[in-house]
Each structure stands twice: as structure tokens, then as C-alpha cells.
């Protein structure tokens, strides 16, 4: 057992440093899940039992990939640029705020490994921090002393995380700027949207009133602020916590809004289909997502898809497909306890709906 776990150490290692990382493993697990698929419960079944397999693989390889990078910006001073992906400010402490830096180049001596799209963490008082959007320098970053643990190491793998910055004695100098990286066209494009996504939410609630933003950002674009703590802890008093949180009836009902609008406009029915696929793309890339949104809208976009196709397929497919590719995205989701709730109570409503409607003999 020890030979054996010290083999499939050395092949990560081989693996990590030819620069594969998890997304491409995903894939070719995702691939042969899909051609494996069927329409009975016997193959059902099967996909599932394999796509958990997959994801506990690709959970722990995805850990070693973590431990092994941390240990290595261990070892020396480190470089870091890139761009200001979001701001969040901080429900303990309000007049700081995060600042998530998406990495795409780290310069370390001696290290192999690629940091790129991975976050930094900067923490700054809001007062100071950058625009979403912004071109960010770090220069000669002090290593951690330690690595992280428990629960706050499950919160950095997950995010992809990979080292924070909490006073400027942490580092010799930095730099936020605005204006685009010079790097590929696929970075600038997701540095448009972090942009973008800012900027839309601000003009549209600074014209509302506070109360009237808090349910807003938190209904329609999923965007917890740190004044919003006060309004939730209220609607928990009631037991209505869950008309807050954003989830797979907001996505019904956004659909069904569009699909309303689109009823009297006179086009055809693909093009409406095509139409609705390209808003909901727009939607998401506009908010902040969670696992129970990211289920619903990924099933959202299924259903058009089949539509489009012309193909029939259960809710069931639908819904182990969702998961299949949530986790082909981030495999640590497997172990977090929003993701296990989202899906096991989707799963059994799903499966039983599924013995109330389909007749004994086609089961």
C-alpha cells in the first residue's frame, strides 16, 4: 500500500509538472461518462457510481496539486501579476474588503509549477480598495510560514486559493492599475466581464433604495453584502432564509419571464430558443453564483439545448449531467456541504417523481 501511494505521488508529480491540470483530467473522465450513457436505470446508475469515483480521484488529485504549490512558494520570495477579479468586503469586519486577484503569471526561482488562474487574496480597507477590473502587481511576496489547515485550507483549495496577503509588510510593493493585460485575448475577455459585472450592478442599484438593493443583489444577482447580514438573520426568524438565497425557483421564474416576452414577439420558435439560451449565458456571466444556481441554470440551458435538438431525455439525465460537469469544473465541490445538499435533495425528489409518474412496466 505504501509502494503504491508513493507511485501514484511520483506520477502526480510527472503530471503537475508537464503543466495538466485538473480541468483537462476532467474532461476525459466527463468524455468517457458521456459515452457510456444510456436511457435505462441500469446505465444510470453506472454513470453516477463512475462519475463519483471520478470526482473523488480528481478531489484528491486536485488536493495534491494544492499542498504541492503551497509547499513550493515556500520556498523563496515570489512575483505575482494579474487582475482584479472581484471585491468583497468582509461580514466580520466591514471596513475591510478582499480583494481576488486572478493570477496569470507567478515568477519564483526554481519553480515549475503553473499558478496561472489561480486567486491571491489581498486584504485592504475598502476605502482603498481597486475597481474590479484592474491591472494588479505584487512584488516580492514574503512566503507563508506555515501551510494552512482544517477548515480554512478547505476553503482555500476549494477557491483555488493559493496565498494571502494581509498587510503591507507582507510584501515590498504593489500596484493596481486600470487597462487590459497584455496577455491573450481569452484573459482580456474574462477581465471584460469581472468589469462588466461590477459596473452593471452598481447602475442598477444605486437607484434603489437601501432596503430595496439588499433584495435585489441578493434575490436577482446573488451578491451578499455585508449590510444584508441584518435582513437575513431577520427572515431566518421566520423560516423564509430560502427566499433569499437564489436558487433553482428564481432561474423558473426568469425563465418563464423571458419565455413570456418572447410569446408576442413574432419569430421563429428556434430562434426564441437561441434567444433565451444567449440570456441566460448573459445572466450568469452578470452575477455571482453559487452550486444550487449554477444546478438550476445548468439544466435551464440543457432543456433549451434539447429543444433545440429536437431530443427527449428525463429530468433525471438532465440533473446527473449538471453534476457531472459542475464537478468536471471543481472537483473539491464533492466534498462541500452545499453541493451534497443541493444535489441529494434534487436527486430525490427527481427519483421520486420519477416512481409516481412512470408506469411499472417502462421502469
Same mark, same amino acid.
Request: proline share 4%.
Given at each position: 500500500?505504501?509502494?503504491?501511494?508513493?507511485?501514484?505521488?511520483?506520477?502526480? *508529480?510527472? /503530471?503537475?509538472?508537464?503543466?495538466?491540470?485538473?480541468?483537462?483530467?476532467?474532461?476525459?473522465?466527463? #468524455?468517457?461518462?458521456?459515452?457510456?450513457?444510456?436511457?435505462?436505470?441500469?446505465? #444510470?446508475?453506472?454513470?453516477?457510481?463512475?462519475?463519483?469515483?471520478?470526482?473523488?480521484?480528481?478531489?484528491?488529485?486536485?488536493?495534491?496539486?494544492?499542498?504541492?504549490?503551497?509547499?513550493?512558494?515556500?520556498?523563496?520570495? %515570489?512575483?505575482?501579476?494579474?487582475?482584479?477579479?472581484?471585491?468583497?468586503?468582509?461580514?466580520?469586519?466591514?471596513?475591510?474588503?478582499?480583494?481576488?486577484? =486572478?493570477?496569470?503569471?507567478?515568477?519564483?526561482?526554481?519553480?515549475?509549477?503553473?499558478?496561472?488562474?489561480?486567486?491571491?487574496?489581498?486584504?485592504?480597507?475598502?476605502?482603498?480598495?481597486?475597481?474590479?477590473?484592474?491591472?494588479?502587481?505584487?512584488?516580492?511576496?514574503?512566503?507563508?510560514?506555515?501551510?494552512?489547515?482544517?477548515?480554512?485550507?478547505?476553503?482555500? *483549495?476549494?477557491?483555488?486559493?493559493?496565498?494571502?496577503? %494581509?498587510?503591507?509588510?507582507?510584501?515590498?510593493?504593489?500596484?493596481?492599475?486600470?487597462?487590459?493585460?497584455? =496577455?491573450?485575448?481569452?484573459?482580456?475577455?474574462?477581465?471584460?466581464?469581472?468589469?462588466?459585472?461590477?459596473?452593471?450592478?452598481?447602475?442598477?442599484?444605486?437607484?434603489?433604495?437601501?432596503?430595496?438593493?439588499?433584495?435585489?443583489?441578493?434575490?436577482?444577482?446573488?451578491?451578499?453584502?455585508?449590510?444584508?447580514?441584518? =435582513? *437575513?438573520?431577520? %427572515?431566518?426568524?421566520?423560516? /423564509?432564509?430560502? $427566499?433569499?438565497?437564489?436558487?433553482? #425557483?428564481?432561474? &423558473?421564474?426568469?425563465? #418563464?419571464?423571458?419565455? %413570456?416576452?418572447?410569446?408576442?414577439?413574432?419569430?421563429?420558435?428556434?430562434?426564441?430558443?437561441?434567444?433565451?439560451?444567449?440570456?441566460?449565458?448573459?445572466?450568469?456571466?452578470?452575477?455571482?453564483?453559487?452550486?444550487?444556481?449554477?444546478?438550476?441554470?445548468?439544466?435551464?440551458?440543457? &432543456?433549451?439545448?434539447?429543444?433545440?435538438?429536437?431530443?427527449?431525455?428525463?429530468?433525471?439525465?438532465?440533473?446527473?449531467?449538471?453534476?457531472?460537469?459542475?464537478?468536471?469544473?471543481?472537483? /473539491? @465541490?464533492?466534498?462541500?456541504?452545499? $453541493?451534497?445538499?443541493?444535489?441529494?435533495?434534487?436527486?430525490?425528489?427527481?427519483?421520486?417523481?420519477? /416512481? $409516481?409518474?412512470?408506469?411499472?412496466? @417502462?421502469?
Amino acid at each position: 500500500m505504501a509502494i503504491a501511494k508513493l507511485y501514484s505521488l511520483s506520477i502526480s *508529480r510527472q /503530471l503537475l509538472m508537464t503543466n495538466i491540470t485538473t480541468p483537462y483530467a476532467s474532461l476525459l473522465c466527463f #468524455l468517457v461518462v458521456a459515452f457510456l450513457w444510456r436511457h435505462t436505470h441500469t446505465d #444510470l446508475i453506472l454513470g453516477s457510481l463512475l462519475a463519483c469515483c471520478a470526482g473523488y480521484l480528481l478531489s484528491s488529485y486536485h488536493q495534491i496539486v494544492w499542498n504541492e504549490k503551497q509547499s513550493t512558494l515556500m520556498n523563496g520570495h %515570489f512575483d505575482v501579476q494579474g487582475y482584479v477579479s472581484d471585491v468583497v468586503p468582509l461580514s466580520s469586519r466591514p471596513y475591510l474588503a478582499a480583494v481576488h486577484v =486572478t493570477i496569470q503569471t507567478l515568477t519564483q526561482p526554481n519553480n515549475a509549477y503553473s499558478y496561472k488562474n489561480d486567486v491571491l487574496l489581498h486584504y485592504v480597507p475598502c476605502k482603498y480598495a481597486p475597481p474590479v477590473g484592474s491591472f494588479a502587481t505584487f512584488t516580492h511576496i514574503k512566503p507563508s510560514k506555515k501551510l494552512p489547515s482544517g477548515d480554512i485550507a478547505q476553503y482555500l *483549495r476549494k477557491n483555488n486559493v493559493i496565498h494571502q496577503l %494581509f498587510s503591507r509588510s507582507d510584501m515590498t510593493s504593489h500596484l493596481y492599475a486600470t487597462g487590459p493585460l497584455a =496577455t491573450s485575448l481569452l484573459t482580456r475577455f474574462k477581465q471584460w466581464i469581472c468589469t462588466m459585472r461590477a459596473r452593471f450592478y452598481e447602475h442598477v442599484t444605486n437607484r434603489l433604495s437601501p432596503l430595496s438593493k439588499i433584495y435585489v443583489g441578493l434575490m436577482f444577482f446573488g451578491n451578499k453584502q455585508p449590510e444584508s447580514d441584518e =435582513t *437575513r438573520t431577520l %427572515f431566518g426568524r421566520w423560516g /423564509l432564509a430560502h $427566499f433569499l438565497a437564489r436558487s433553482g #425557483l428564481h432561474i &423558473v421564474i426568469f425563465v #418563464l419571464l423571458v419565455s %413570456f416576452i418572447f410569446g408576442s414577439v413574432p419569430i421563429h420558435s428556434a430562434l426564441k430558443e437561441l434567444l433565451l439560451f444567449v440570456i441566460c449565458l448573459i445572466y450568469d456571466a452578470l452575477s455571482w453564483s453559487t452550486v444550487s444556481f449554477l444546478r438550476a441554470w445548468l439544466i435551464a440551458l440543457l &432543456v433549451i439545448m434539447r429543444s433545440l435538438l429536437g431530443r427527449h431525455t428525463s429530468y433525471l439525465h438532465l440533473l446527473s449531467l449538471s453534476c457531472i460537469i459542475i464537478l468536471a469544473h471543481n472537483p /473539491l @465541490h464533492l466534498t462541500s456541504l452545499d $453541493f451534497q445538499l443541493t444535489y441529494s435533495l434534487t436527486f430525490t425528489l427527481a427519483l421520486l417523481g420519477n /416512481l $409516481f409518474t412512470v408506469p411499472p412496466q @417502462h421502469q
